[in-house]
């Protein structure tokens, strides 16, 4: 894939969102032991390309779904950073008014339709939506993120066929880091070629190195391109390595379920690193212009957390209230 088929304003772009996303997720995890968060956080720390890169690609008035380790997606999305931080302390600024924590964050303003914590929760309810696109014709395209281990659940199945038959505009996105909590990719399926599922239904597929950021998003683009044309859905598989165990900061049995070399290779390619090197080896970045980024993305940062803290919790008499049975 070449750099010069990307224009420079995009690519400075996709490194400021990279950035930005793992600035914060390592915030969240350094300060997570402190409990001032209240809710269980699935970090993306890794795969961050893989949500700049498909978002990058989208209008803001494209929809998303999201699934449970959806900070990446929520912000590259356009999501409201200081929103998204006073969720995870479960306050009334929040998202979804400190109702939802970190596995249910929304933002409507920006085609973020929610994040589903059960495994594959979110695949349908986009397909639903590209439905609804498709009878109205307004020129959307849906777009859900989902993990290796929902491959393997019924309703993807069901879902690609009704989003093929139908010619439905849905992007149905795998983020296959290999491991369902602590069981390998391998371990769960026979055939580990994800891309053969909606190859089945006659879906054009994808695959996109997650750490390759030219080739993720001009993989994306070519995605995104077939859904938006009306040729119907696309399939894009993205292998990234998840950096942090499933849940909470830090890994501190990795040991036990991953292979040495395995981790030291994945580890040893950072997706944040490696494209950082070939802006400044193609001058589309200097030191000025990295300091310029990561200095606002960490005056933003503070400003996100000062506002978590000093935000008011649901009041008692309100705690029911945008729940529904």
């Known amino acids: 894939m070449d750099i010069t088929e990307i224009d420079k304003a995009t690519l400075i772009n996709l490194y400021s969102v990279i950035s930005r996303i793992r600035k914060v997720q390592l915030r969240i995890e350094e300060l997570y032991h402190q409990d001032n968060m209240k809710t269980p956080v699935h970090l993306c720390l890794g795969q961050e390309a893989i949500a700049a890169t498909i978002c990058e690609n989208l209008t803001k008035q494209d929809y998303v779904f999201s699934n449970h380790r959806g900070h990446g997606h929520y912000l590259a999305k356009g999501g409201d950073l200081n929103a998204m931080i006073a969720e995870l302390h479960c306050k009334e600024t929040g998202c979804s008014k400190g109702r ?73 996105v795998c983020e296959n880091n290999f491991y369902s909590v602590f069981s390998h990719q391998t371990t769960r399926q026979l055939v580990t070629d994800i891309t053969a599922r909606p190859k089945a ?114 009041r008692k008499d309100e705690l029911e209230k945008y729940l529904y049975g």
């Open 100 to 172: 939802g924590g970190s596995m249910h964050l929304i933002d409507l303003s920006v085609g973020l339709m929610g994040s589903s914590s059960i495994v594959s929760g979110g695949i349908p309810l986009a397909v639903g939506v590209a439905f609804s696109s498709a009878c109205k014709k307004d020129g959307l395209i849906s777009v859900v993120f989902f993990g290796d281990a929902a491959s393997e659940e019924g309703v993807l199945h069901e879902s690609m066929n009704f989003a093929a038959v139908k010619k439905l505009p849905v992007l149905f």
């Open 201 to 314: 239904f006659g879906i054009p597929t994808y695959k996109a190195d997650g750490r390759d950021v030219i080739d993720a998003y001009l993989k994306s683009k070519q995605a995104i391109e077939v859904v938006r044309g009306g040729q119907g859905p696309a399939f894009i598989e993205c292998k990234a390595y998840r950096w942090r165990g499933h849940a909470g900061a830090g890994d501190e049995l990795k040991d036990k379920y991953r292979k040495l070399d395995e981790w030291d290779e994945w580890m040893n390619c950072c997706p944040l690193q490696k494209y950082e090197t070939l802006l400044l080896d193609n001058n589309i970045l200097t030191d000025k212009i990295i300091d310029t980024v990561n200095s606002q993305i960490d005056v933003e940062i503070n400003k996100a957390f000062d506002f978590a803290n000093e935000s008011p919790l649901p």
